[in-house]
């Protein structure tokens, strides 16, 4: 029987102990940042101390529209816009802006119109209200009430009577307001050096116009007055008067449109007007 050599039995080698690597230290370094480095964290720092009242003032515009887009909604979830239309029908003869809290026209708040004339307002910014009459009145919105605001970009009203017309913004109160006073086409008292004039009394202003036109003419007895708008190639552009009328002065206008309701292209045109005893031609000038 062979005898087997006894198994050589090889002891793993033990594992190497590693060393361990030696805590990191949670002392800062004491020495200096690089000059450049030290000039843009001051800039950094100076940057963010200028513009935080602007972030505060930014912050305060975003709470005080949301403010006002609030009361907007709170309005008009029990009142129903009405009176004029939010289409633009091109007729305005003035427009105001309704940007941050005013109703800007001319430089100012209010517009002079005529009878039958229609007056705009056009939204820039914010959210309000044109409502006809003034926060105190209790009959406020009798005749129109509508919403400026990012929805409602455009409201315009036309009046057909002659008076005064106050109007306001609900969200702003007495702080937003403006007037419309509306002139009649009758008679009216003659300026200085227009008693007993015949024809133009008052040349047609603004000159050069960028549409509407206005001035006074004068009758010495009643009759028939006719106002013919003509081109250059003598066709008749519009006819804005053609009418009679008593004996006495009267203001007029025409709007800058052709019979055919449409804006009359830029170019030289002549007013010829014609009343009892006389007949007068003024030449102007319409730029688009």
Known sequence: ???????????SP?????SEAPPRS?????????????????????LCSTAAPAFAAHA???AQQEEMRHL???????????????TNSGTAVATFQVVNTAFQYNGGNTADILVGETVGWQWGSGFHTTTNGDPSDPNAGALWDAGMDPVDTYFEYTFNAAGTYPFFCRI??????????VATATAVPPGTGEAGKIGFVSAPAPNP???????????AKAGKVQLRVLDTQGRLVALPIDDGFAAGTYSAVWDGRTRAAQPAKAGVYYL??????????RTIALQR
């Open 209 to 219: 116009t960028r549409g509407r036109v206005a001035f006074r003419f004068g009758l």
């Open 72 to 86: 907007s909604q709170v309005y008009w979830a029990t009142h129903t816009p009405h009176g004029g239309s939010t």
């Open 172 to 181: 702003h109160g007495s702080f937003m307001t403006g007037v419309v006073n």
């Open 14 to 18: 033990a594992p190497i102990a590693r």
């Open 26 to 46: 949670t002392v800062r370094s004491r020495r200096p940042l690089p000059i450049e480095l030290a000039t843009a964290l001051a800039a950094a720092l100076t």
């Open 272 to 281: 010829v007007l014609s009343v009892p005893g006389a007949r007068q031609t």
């Open 60 to 62: 305060g515009h975003d």
């Open 1 to 11: 029987m062979k005898h087997l050599a006894p198994a050589t039995v090889t002891a």
